[in-house]
């Protein structure tokens, strides 16, 4: 059993580490992308959208599918997907190419991420599962830390291709030891929702294109109407259909109560506020203030590795204070690091001066993260805490999509790429408006019950079958907190899809 356990770690840590790199280090390089492709915001918007939305809307869907026809041969499949769509994005001749190809991979994202976590626990005995998956999510947590200095260094020195080349090889090794170091499993075999996967992917894809287009078509254009109305009757279709579903990939009984409601609606306005603001700044790091891909990675590193540095302060404080005021305290940090931000950022504003906002935002990120699962774990009803854990990911990724969107049409409305004037001035609007949206998060958190339900002290490790569908990509925290509810806090980071 410990020979296999280390064997399943090697495998499933290391194809952890390169999917969470792939969070972050395609940021430092859209500067890059954007000049050797000759493209302009929009499409730099779908380079990350189209990854993050096809991880957001197929999670749970993929989760199922392993549990029918075997985690191992999923696991595979969704490793070679994922190097192959890495390969396809390094070749890419233009950017329609380039964008499809993340969509593949953010596909391929899906089925390996919380496989990772469910075969690992399955691998395990009961009695070392928490240190096992402490470790699992100190891989995802460094995957994040690097990801930014990783994708600078490859695109200064090798070029914004080599940060979809470097998957290959990692991928292509992995495959090679699927077989001889995991286990074949199964799970229960849940009915799949295809129906509710289609109407939510078409749905979130009108909205995002609607959002993403408005400026440059204008926004009463026949696209940008036809997308967002479209959008909108078939995201209203998805939640009537789902409402019916004997078997619903989102349980809307879950929303029910004020708890889980509450704290599911901070995860996706912080993903909205936070990320969006991120997706802009590593832009104006290099486009305004003349950094180089490296060096705009290592003076974001204080925001990007702080999290790892504060999350063994979660647990303390939580025994203390409670999950509901670490988090509020958590989205306040994040609040004042980006308001810091808005207020100091001009054309030449020095390093130091935007130095406290990013330690600000990543301590943050660094709180939020484990309380937000604690509590997300703590109002969902025990026997759904699985559907519950990966129904939450997912809306933070959402988030995430939306947040890009919307903030990148504030931007265009109010600036642009011509001068370092116009781009600073997009960019403190769209910054600003990420700050209300902060703002409202605090709000909502503050609206969460203190008191969580006695069943909440007493649930327990959820089954590897479950486990399934916990994972928080680059929130390693999670994972963590669900197996060790009282224990020490987790190494956890946090990023952008």
Do not use: C
Request: avoid cysteine.
């Amino acid at each position: 059993m410990r020979h296999h356990a280390a064997r399943t770690f090697i495998v499933t840590g290391i194809a952890l580490f390169m999917v969470s790199l792939d969070n972050l280090i395609v940021t430092n390089a859209l500067p890059s992308i954007r000049t050797d492709l000759g493209t302009g915001l929009e499409a730099l918007e779908w380079t990350v959208n189209a990854y993050t939305l096809t991880f957001a809307v197929l999670l749970l869907t993929g989760a199922a599918v392993a549990d029918r026809f075997g985690r191992r041969r999923l696991f595979a499949i969704g490793l070679t997907v994922f190097t192959a769509s890495s390969a396809a994005a390094a070749l890419a001749p233009g950017i329609g190419t380039l964008i499809a190809a993340r969509a593949v991979q953010g596909a391929g994202a899906a089925i390996i991420t919380p496989l990772t976590l469910t075969m690992l626990a399955a691998a395990v005995p009961a009695a070392k599962r928490g240190q096992a998956l402490a470790a699992w999510g100190a891989m995802s947590g460094l995957g994040v830390a690097l990801g930014p200095v990783v994708g600078g260094a490859l695109t200064d020195h090798a070029g914004w291709q080599w940060i979809f080349w470097i998957n290959v090889p990692i991928g292509v090794a992995l495959l090679a030891l699927v077989r001889p170091f995991l286990s074949e499993s199964h799970g229960p075999r849940r009915p799949l929702d295809l129906v509710g996967t289609l109407l939510v992917s078409a749905g979130l894809l009108g909205i995002v294109l609607g959002l993403v287009e408005g400026n440059g078509r204008g926004w009463t254009s026949g696209l940008v109407l036809t997308s967002l109305t479209a959008g909108a009757v078939l995201l209203a279709g998805f939640l009537v259909y789902e409402a019916r579903a004997a078997h619903p990939m989102l349980p809307l009984a879950l929303f029910r109560g004020r708890g889980f409601s509450a704290v599911n609606g901070t995860a996706l306005v912080m993903s909205f506020g936070m990320f969006g603001s991120v997706f802009l700044l590593a832009q104006f790091l290099q486009g305004v203030q003349g950094m180089s891909p490296l060096e705009a990675g290592v003076r974001t590193l204080p925001w990007t590795a702080m999290p790892v540095l504060v999350a063994p302060l979660t647990a303390p404080l939580m025994a203390r204070i409670g999950a509901r005021n670490v988090l509020v305290i958590a989205l306040a940090f994040q609040t004042a690091g980006i308001v810091w931000m808005s207020a100091v950022t001009t054309t030449d504003v020095s390093y130091s001066a935007l130095l406290p906002a990013f330690v600000l935002a990543g301590i943050g990120m660094g709180l939020f993260f484990s309380p937000q699962a604690r509590l997300v774990l703590a109002f969902a009803p025990q026997e759904l805490t699985g559907v519950a854990s990966g129904v939450s990911n997912a809306l933070r990724q959402l988030g995430t999509v939306l947040g890009i969107a919307v903030l990148g049409a504030v931007f265009a409305a109010n600036g642009d790429f011509e001068s370092p004037a116009t781009f600073t001035a997009g960019l403190t609007a769209a910054t600003w408006s990420g700050a209300a949206v902060l703002a409202v998060a605090v709000v909502v958190a503050l609206i969460i019950p203190a008191r969580m339900p006695a069943s909440a002290a007493t649930a327990t490790t959820p089954e590897p079958a479950e486990a399934a569908e916990l994972p928080e990509v680059a929130k390693p925290a999670q994972s963590a907190q669900s197996a060790q509810p009282d224990g020490p806090a987790q190494s956890q980071a946090s990023a952008p899809a």
